[in-house]
C-alpha cells in the first residue's frame, strides 16, 4: 500500500530512449551467452529438480592406472577425465583401490551414477585356491540337489570335470599324497595363491623334491609369517601342440551381475605360445619356456618375436582346428569352453557380494589338451591392458570401447537403475553367455530364444 501524497512508477518496458534499449539488449546478450556457456559446460548432465528447461551433464572418469587404452577410451567418448576424489561417474580402478573403496573403515557411499570395474570380493574367482575350493563345493550343492549336471562316471563327473585335480599346501598335503601315489612319478605344477605373470611357479614329479622345496622355503625370516599357501594341481602333460609348441587361450569375459547372473564373451581372444618346442621329459622340468605360456615369461626367451608376440587370434586357431580336426568337432570344443565360462561363474555367485555399481572384466586362461577337452587354469581380475604388437593395441582398445557400450546405459549417463539389457548393437565383439533375467522372461514361451542364446542348456 502506498502513502497518499506517493505515486507508484510503472517501469518503462519499452523504452524509447535509445542507449537504454541498447544497454537492455546487451545485457539480455550477456544473459542469453552465460545459460549457453553453463549449459556447454555441463553438458550431459540428468534434468535437474527445479530446472524448466533439460540440461545434461558430461560423464566424468578416473582410472589409477596408467594405461592409455582406458584413457583413450573415455577421452574418445568425450568424457572428461578427473581425480579420485572428484565427482566420477566411472572408476576404472586397481584391485587394492577397490577393496580400499568398500572397506567399511573408508565410510564411502557411492550415489546412483556412479560404476566401479571390480567387484568388493573379485578374489573369490581370482585366487587359484578359492576357485578351486569354490567350484568343490558347487559340485556338492549340486550332487545333494541330485542335479543331472553332478553326474559321475568312473569316479569323474560328466559335465563339471574342467580343472585339473587340485590341492591347496600345505592344508591339503596328506589329500594330495594320497592322490599322488595312485600315479607315482606324475607331474604336478606348483603355483602361489595370490601371485600372477607366472611368478613362483615350478614343477615337481618326485615327492622328496616338494619336501625339499618346503624345508629350504622356512629361512629365519619367515618363521614368524604365515606361510605363502600354493596349489598343486596334476600337469596337463597331453596339451594340443601346433608347431610343436604349448599354448593356452586367453579369453576376456564381462559380467554386470552375479546375482542375477549376466554375462559376456568377448569373440576376440588370442592363443599365448612358448617359445620352445614341447617337450614333456624330465631334463626340461624346470625349462619355464617350454612349461609356461604367460608372455611375462616368454618374452625374456631368446627365442621370442616381438613382431607377432608368440600370440595367434582366435579365429585363426579356428580355423586351423576346422581344417585338422574338422567342423563340428571344433564347434564342440568352444561349446564346451563356454560352458565351463558359466558354470565357473555359477560357483561363485552365491559368494560374491554383489553390488550393482560393479562390472568387472575377466581374463580366462584355458589349456586344450590333445583330446581337444578345455581345462581351466586360471581366471584373473585385472587381465593385462598393455599391447605387446599392433594387433593387441587393437584388440585391446576395441575391448575397452565394448566394455563401455554395454555397461552404459543408451541415455549414456551411467545409471544402476537401469535393467542393464543392453541392444543387439551395443554388444560389438562380445556375445550373451547368459542372462538370468531373459531367461526367467522367456521361460514359458517358445524354446527358440533359449536354444538359440543358451547353449548351456
Known amino acids: 500500500m502506498l502513502p497518499k501524497d506517493e505515486k507508484f512508477v510503472f517501469p518503462d518496458l519499452f523504452p524509447e530512449n535509445k542507449a537504454a534499449k541498447e544497454e537492455e539488449e546487451t545485457t539480455l546478450n550477456q544473459a542469453k551467452k ?15 529438480p527445479g530446472c524448466k528447461f533439460t540440461v545434461t551433464m558430461r560423464v566424468t572418469f578416473c582410472t589409477d592406472l596408467d594405461k592409455s587404452v582406458v584413457v583413450a577410451n573415455c577421452e574418445k567418448r568425450g568424457w572428461m577425465h578427473v581425480g579420485p576424489e572428484d565427482d566420477w561417474n566411472i572408476y576404472w580402478a586397481g584391485t587394492q583401490t577397490c577393496r580400499s573403496l568398500f572397506s567399511v573403515d573408508s565410510g564411502y557411499r557411492m ?22 575350493k569354490n567350484i568343490k563345493r558347487y559340485r556338492r550343492d549340486l550332487e545333494k540337489e541330485g542335479n543331472v549336471l553332478a553326474e559321475r562316471g568312473d569316479s569323474k563327473y560328466l559335465h563339471l570335470d574342467f580343472i585339473p585335480v587340485t590341492f591347496v599346501l600345505p592344508a591339503d598335503y596328506n589329500m594330495f599324497v594320497e592322490e599322488y601315489r595312485k ?60 608347431g610343436g609348441k604349448k599354448f593356452d587361450l ?42 609356461l605360456t604367460n608372455v611375462s615369461v616368454q618374452k625374456h626367451g631368446g627365442e621370442y618375436n616381438s613382431m ?22 571344433t564347434e564342440r570344443l568352444f561349446d564346451q569352453i563356454s560352458w565351463l565360462i ?15 555399481h560393479c562390472f568387472e572384466c575377466y581374463g580366462y586362461d584355458i589349456i586344450i589338451d590333445n583330446k581337444l577337452k578345455p581345462w581351466l587354469i586360471e581366471v584373473n581380475a585385472s587381465p593385462s591392458l598393455t599391447s605387446t604388437t599392433a594387433n593387441d593395441r587393437i584388440l585391446k582398445h576395441k575391448l575397452m570401447d565394448n566394455i563401455f557400450s554395454i555397461i552404459v546405459p543408451p541415455s549414456g549417463m551411467p545409471d544402476v537403475r537401469w535393467n542393464k539389457i543392453p541392444s543387439q548393437e551395443a554388444l560389438g565383439d562380445f556375445e550373451l553367455l547368459i542372462d ?13 530364444f533359449l536354444s538359440k542364446n543358451n547353449r548351456w542348456k
Not at 118 to 132: C, G, Q
Not at 255 to 269: C, D, E, I, M, N
Not at 436 to 448: K, P, Q, R, V, W
Request: hydrophobic content about 35%; aromatic content about 8%.
Open 308 to 329: 607377432h608376440g608368440g600370440k595367434l587370434s582366435v579365429q585363426n586357431l579356428r580355423l586351423h582346428l576346422e581344417s585338422t580336426r574338422g567342423k563340428q568337432v
Open 111 to 132: 550415489h546412483d551414477n556412479q560404476l566401479i570395474n571390480h567387484f568388493p570380493n573379485h578374489y573369490e574367482i581370482s585366487r587359484k585356491d578359492l576357485l578351486v
Open 34 to 48: 552465460g545459460l549457453q556457456e553453463f549449459l556447454e559446460k555441463n553438458k550431459e548432465r540428468p534434468n535437474m
Open 436 to 448: 538370468e533375467d531373459l531367461i526367467h522372461l522367456h521361460e514359458g514361451e517358445n524354446s527358440s
Open 250 to 291: 586367453r579369453l576376456y569375459v564381462l559380467v554386470t551381475s552375479f546375482r542375477p547372473l549376466k554375462a559376456y564373451q568377448f569373440r576376440l581372444g588370442f592363443c599365448r605360445f612358448c617359445t620352445v618346442k614341447y617337450d614333456s621329459s624330465v631334463a626340461e622340468l624346470d625349462n619355464m619356456y617350454v612349461h
Open 342 to 356: 558359466i558354470h565357473s561363474l555359477k560357483a561363485v555367485a552365491p559368494v560374491i557380494a554383489t553390488d550393482r
Open 183 to 242: 600315479a607315482p612319478q606324475s607331474t604336478w605344477i606348483m603355483k602361489p595363491c595370490g601371485r600372477s605373470q607366472g611368478s613362483g611357479i615350478f614343477l615337481i614329479n618326485k615327492l622328496s623334491k616338494l619336501k625339499r622345496w618346503s624345508r629350504e622355503s622356512k629361512s629365519p625370516f619367515q618363521q614368524q609369517l604365515t606361510k605363502e599357501s600354493y596349489v598343486i594341481s596334476k600337469y596337463i602333460d597331453n596339451p594340443l601342440l601346433i
